[in-house]
C-alpha cells in the first residue's frame, strides 16, 4: 500500500522551513495544484507556526491567514491544521475534510466540536506547548506514554460514536522530545499501528534529522526525510506529511514495489 501523503501547506511568516512561502492566496492556491499534480492526497493547509520556542497567534491572526487561503482552495482535498476550534468550524465549513490537531484535542471545545462534526481527526501527541516543548522533554516510557495517550483519546472517541477510520494518530515527532525519544518513536510504530487506527507520521525536513546527520539546512534534509518516511511505510503507517510530495511518493511507489 501506498500511504496517503499530505502535501504541507503553511500559511505563516515563521515556519522553520517554508515560511513566507504561500501567504497569498494565488501563490498557496498554485501551489496546492502543483502538490496535487506531485501526488498529494490532502493539502495540510496551517496558520499557525507551532516550530519549537514559537508562541501562539490570535485567533483574529490566525483566521486573517488562512480564510482567504481556504476560500481559494474551494474544492481541492483540505486538512486544516490548527489547535482552535473556531478555525477548525470555519474550515469545514469552508469544505474541509480533516482536522490536524497538534493539540491532540485536549481542548474541550475542539473535541466536543469534531464529536459533533465527525470530519477525519488526526489527534497529535504534544508534550507541553511549542514555547515550552523541547525545554526538558522527559518520560520514563517515551514508546508506552505516547502510544498509551494517543490509544486513550483515540477509544474515546470511539465511545462517542466516530469510526475507527476516521481517528488517526500521529506521535508527534519532534514535539516534546529530545533524539532519542523521536528514533525509539519511528523504531516501534509498528506497535502504534497495531492499536487498530490508521498511523500518520510526519518528520519532513524536522530538526533532528539535521541533528543526526549534521545538516544545518532544512531545505537540504531530504534525504533524511525519505529514510525515515520509508522506514515508517515499512510499519504500516497510513499517512505522510511532507513538504516534498512529488519525492515522497516515488519513494513510496518503490517500496511497495520491492515490498
Known sequence: MIPKILGVLNITPDSFSDGGSNVIPEVALQRAHEMIKEGADIIDVGGESTRPGSLSISLEEERRRVEPVLRALNGLP?????????????????????????GGLRNASMFDLVVERAPTICVMHMQGTPATMQLAPHYDDVVGEVFGELEKTANHLLEKGLPANKVWLDPGIGFG???????????????????????????????????????????????????????????????????????????????????
Open 78 to 102: 483540505v486538512s486544516i491544521d490548527t489547535q482552535k476550534p473556531e478555525i477548525a468550524e470555519m474550515a469545514l465549513d469552508m469544505g474541509a475534510l480533516m482536522v490536524n490537531d497538534v
Open 177 to 259: 522530545k529530545d533524539d532519542e525519544h523521536n528514533l525509539a518513536l519511528i523504531k516501534d510504530l509498528s506497535t502504534l499501528v497495531g492499536k487498530g487506527f490508521p498511523v500518520l507520521i510526519g518528520v519532513s525536513r524536522k530538526g533532528f534529522l539535521g541533528r543526526v546527520t549534521g545538516e544545518e539546512e532544512p531545505l537540504r534534509r531530504l534525504p533524511a526525510s525519505i529514510a525515515v518516511q520509508c522506514i515508517a511505510q515499512a510499519q504500516g503507517v497510513h499517512a505522510i506529511r511532507t513538504h516534498d510530495v512529488r519525492e515522497t511518493r516515488q519513494a513510496a511507489m518503490m517500496l511497495r514495489a520491492l515490498s
